[in-house]
């Protein structure tokens, strides 16, 4: 028990220095040895602070397929809610992304990804890349991973044409990613991942997300999970803030 605790406070440092230093579907990669589908549905209530001030119920999941020595996976995740009484779609994206296993220790990774976010102005966004994930350390109740990949995005904002930030944007983009999984109890894990994504040749144009989740498992279909997410964009729409954060208080139901 010494032992896993101080691993979880070595995460907890770690953590600490990359929050402040971006979609992520780390949390929703499956660890199935079996061929075939698997997936799991979520249904999460979220308070949000920052450019958003309302609540909404946020559906989301994921559709994985186990080839063997490779998997694919289909995220799709939206919100909608009520805004004076008006229900609004505030947003949603689908991702998918192929990962091919080269060895024990690295693996090949392909995706697209497609998504808006009416709250930040963002009215359309598409994106594809490629990049390599290394499964640094696994043991029994402990995992660390490090990802790295190039991007090319496309992004259209609901501003003015001659808006200082532009409405009409194409980015090369470095995405880096640290991801941790610590099992406290057999019934209790705590998954931490963080984002950084700098644009090639513009590096003070960059995001930072942080999502960090804790699952409590009340059967082998059900989880509660207690989501808190930050995300940072150096350089948004002149009227949208730097900051949001967002916590969810849900369910997920895997299949």
Request: one cysteine or more.
């Amino acid at each position: 028990m010494i032992q896993r605790l101080n691993y979880l406070l070595a995460v907890l440092i770690l953590l600490s220095l990359n929050i402040y230093a971006q979609i992520n579907t780390e949390r929703y990669r499956l660890d199935s040895d079996s061929i075939g589908f698997t997936g799991f549905a979520d249904i999460d209530i979220t308070a949000i602070t920052g450019n958003t001030d309302f609540q909404f119920i946020n559906l989301g999941g994921r559709l994985n397929y186990n080839w063997g020595t490779s998997y694919t996976f289909l995220v799709a995740d939206g919100g909608f809610g009520w805004d004076d009484g008006e229900r609004i779609f505030d947003q949603a994206l689908l991702h998918l992304r192929h990962v091919q296993k080269l060895s024990n220790l690295i693996q090949t990774e392909v995706f697209f990804q497609t998504d808006f976010n009416k709250k930040r102005l963002l009215s359309e966004r598409e994106l594809i890349g490629a990049g390599l994930r290394f499964r640094i350390l696994k043991l029994d109740y402990f995992k660390f991973r490090l990802g790295t990949s190039y991007f090319f995005e496309h992004e259209k904002y609901d501003v003015a044409v001659n808006s200082y930030h532009g409405n009409n944007l194409f980015a090369n983009r470095l995405s880096t990613y640290l991801t941790f999984e610590f099992e406290i109890k057999d019934d209790l894990k705590l998954v931490m991942i963080n984002y950084l994504q700098p644009q090639i040749g513009k590096w003070d144009d960059y995001r930072i997300i942080s999502d960090n989740y804790l699952a409590i498992e009340l059967s082998s279909l059900v989880n509660v999970n207690v989501c808190f997410n930050l995300r940072y964009d150096s350089r948004p729409p002149e009227t949208i803030k730097n900051t949001d954060t967002v916590t969810k208080f849900g369910l997920s139901f895997k299949f």
